[in-house]
């Protein structure tokens, strides 16, 4: 029987944003606070700079979506509105907010795929495949010490009730959608590389 996970307490799940005419950007947005709660369950304050820095996105776009909600509605209007501006807030903050949510996305794959690899490793590997090539000499210590905070991986499974193979099904469908979701902005930053030049 499948128990209430992490994931069933969310305000949102990815799997209830809608996508199919662009990516919601207040349901991603809920969701996406629900990826900052799950850094308590790795239970380090060496996590807190990577909370900072996604609610810290969050906000810019946010701030961004509420100006004109209608026009913003999805990601994929918001950052094509603000395209021509001098100052692309919001866009930026949409390219290190999926940065991060990648990075975190191919750490619990890696984690639920090889289920005798440690979150250190899980998150040390992710962390070289996606962040530290944006990242300079002075953060990547930071994050360095982060990954090797990781609590054990039978801590953290226990600590977002992920037990058996219902709640890991659970599991994969929210980081599914989250992946889809990765993969469609990334796919809109490549289609217009002007959208986040000189970022």
């Not at 940065?99 to 795929?113: I, Y």
Request: some cysteine; aromatic content about 10%; glycine content about 4%.
């Amino acid at each position: 029987m499948a128990s209430t996970t992490y994931f069933h307490t969310v305000s949102r799940s990815y799997t209830d944003v809608e996508t199919s005419k662009g990516v919601d950007t207040d349901q991603f947005l809920e969701a996406t606070e629900g990826v900052v709660k799950l850094f308590d369950s790795l239970g380090s304050s060496a996590f807190t700079v990577v909370q900072n820095d996604m609610n810290g996105n969050i906000k810019k776009i946010r701030t961004r979506y509420l100006s004109n909600p209608t026009a913003n509605d999805t990601l994929e209007n918001l950052v094509a509105n603000e395209a021509n501006e001098k100052k692309r807030v919001a866009t930026e903050g949409l390219l290190w907010l999926i940065r991060g949510l990648d990075f975190t996305a191919q750490a619990l794959r890696r984690s639920l795929s090889d289920q005798a690899e440690e979150l250190t490793v899980s998150f040390t590997k992710s962390y070289e495949a996606t962040l530290k090539k944006f990242h300079g000499y002075l953060v990547r210590p930071v994050f360095s010490l982060a990954m090797k905070a990781c609590p054990y991986r039978k801590d953290f499974y226990a600590k977002i009730n992920v037990q058996n193979e219902e709640d890991k099904t659970v599991m994969s469908g929210w980081l599914a959608a989250l992946e889809a979701i990765i993969a469609t902005i990334q796919a809109v930053f490549v289609a217009h590389p002007e959208y986040i030049k000189g970022m």
